[in-house]
């Protein structure tokens, strides 16, 4: 059968199983978890003018999704990044149609095994679309798969080194006391020695799961404060933030640092099979005796080393002190189209109506 691109408008109206199995099936990471979608959808952290899926499918069977966020330039990227890795240029108002939403740092395509023609249509109808929405851009971002590159760059995608990721592969080590001795010089003693001053001061670190009670909220305002102190306030609004990680339930632990209960510092993390990843952190340093930061990461690595997890990935940005605390940088890139036709962008055909869930439109490939 022939296979058709469908675009929807809300996560909703994909069916729940056909997206889990599709899920599964493809490996991809957490972020393309239903519910984490989910979050993206109902409490965006940065503005979004239009979500949409596009769905290949054939016959009845779903073989790949593809979310896309029609956003502001200069909403997603405030800082200039993109447009000083990748020339994406921003004249005041542009739209660009973006997959995945900013705060992921492992984008790519969810699509069946050996489904490359699914990946292929997914791209074209994903450029088609762009230029109908009157988006100046269309791109995914935070890319690090090589086949992902490959298939993209056949298919005319620039691709552009955006930004280091910062993992550390567990298996290479029996458990956290091994994993810290063999830090470089500097971190090992550093390690230790907050370590120590941690143990001396009563204060308590913990990782828990869902109910969050109190302890949430508390913790998506200290990240907050701390990404607005690094001149980002807009990108982890705390009441947005709470709402979204609610949202993802059970996909969430959160590590809590506490000093004479008071919140010190704490990481959002996601969990999925044998991974862990350090999503959002919040610290405060001027009410502890010791590096609140520093020993989010220990305790996160000690809950790692704990349930048998293979794979610690500790995010983007902060490359001396991440080096520093035993991990090293993983690539990402940006897949940018073609810049798409003035004609598109003198319509600004996306602004119009926006209904909560389109009629899915339908394209043959």
């Known amino acids: 059968m022939a296979l058709t691109i469908d675009v929807h408008r809300s996560l909703q109206s994909i069916d729940d199983d056909a997206y889990r199995a599709l899920h599964a099936a493809s490996a991809a990471p957490v972020f393309y978890d239903r519910r984490f979608l989910d979050a993206a959808e109902h409490s965006p952290l940065l503005p979004v003018e239009k979500?949409?899926?596009?769905?290949?499918r054939d016959g009845d069977e779903l073989v790949g999704v593809l979310p896309a966020y029609l956003q502001r330039v200069a909403a997603i990227d405030p800082l200039g990044l993109l447009q000083r890795t990748a020339g994406v240029r921003d004249d005041g108002g542009d739209l660009g149609l973006f997959s995945h939403i900013m705060h992921c740092w492992d984008s790519t395509v969810p699509v069946r095994p050996d489904r490359g023609d699914a990946f292929a249509a997914l791209l074209r109808e994903y450029e088609r679309?762009?230029?109908?929405?009157?988006?100046?851009h269309a791109g995914l971002l935070n890319v690090r798969d090589a086949g992902v590159l490959g298939q993209a760059?056949?298919?005319?995608?620039?691709?552009?080194?955006?930004?280091?990721?910062?993992?550390?592969?567990?298996?290479?080590?029996?458990?956290?006391?091994?994993?810290?001795?063999?830090?470089?010089?500097d971190g090992r003693c550093e390690m230790n020695r907050q370590l120590r001053k941690f143990e001396a001061s009563g204060a308590t670190a913990r990782v828990i799961a869902p109910?969050?009670?109190?302890?949430?909220?508390?913790?998506?305002?200290?990240?907050?404060?701390?990404?607005?102190?690094?001149?980002?306030?807009?990108?982890?609004?705390?009441?947005?933030?709470?709402?979204?990680?609610?949202r993802c339930g059970g996909l969430v632990r959160l590590v809590v640092v506490e000093c004479e209960d008071e919140l010190v510092g704490g990481i959002i993390c996601f969990e999925q099979g044998d991974h862990i990843l350090l999503w959002s952190a919040g610290v405060v340093y001027d009410r502890s005796s010791f590096s609140p930061y520093t020993l989010c990461f220990a305790s996160a690595y000690r809950y790692a080393f704990a349930r048998g997890l293979k794979r610690?990935?500790?995010?983007?940005?902060?490359?001396?002190?991440?080096?520093?605390?035993?991990?090293?940088?993983?690539?990402?890139?940006s897949l940018i189209a073609r810049e798409l036709p003035l004609a598109a962008l003198e319509s600004r055909a996306g602004l119009g109506a926006t209904p909560a869930a389109d009629p899915a439109r339908r394209a043959l490939h």
Do not use: M, W
Request: charged residues 30%; aromatic residues 12%.
């Open 51 to 56: 979500v949409f899926y596009l769905c290949a």
């Open 129 to 136: 679309l762009a230029r109908g929405e009157g988006a100046r």
């Open 153 to 185: 760059r056949g298919q005319g995608y620039r691709a552009c080194h955006l930004v280091d990721r910062y993992d550390v592969d567990l298996r290479r080590f029996d458990h956290f006391e091994q994993f810290v001795q063999r830090l470089p010089n």
């Open 211 to 246: 109910p969050f009670d109190g302890v949430l909220e508390r913790l998506t305002e200290l990240c907050f404060r701390t990404t607005a102190r690094n001149g980002t306030p807009q990108y982890f609004p705390s009441a947005p933030l709470a709402r979204f990680v609610r």
């Open 312 to 333: 610690l990935e500790g995010g983007r940005l902060n490359e001396r002190i991440k080096r520093r605390l035993g991990l090293t940088p993983v690539p990402l890139y």
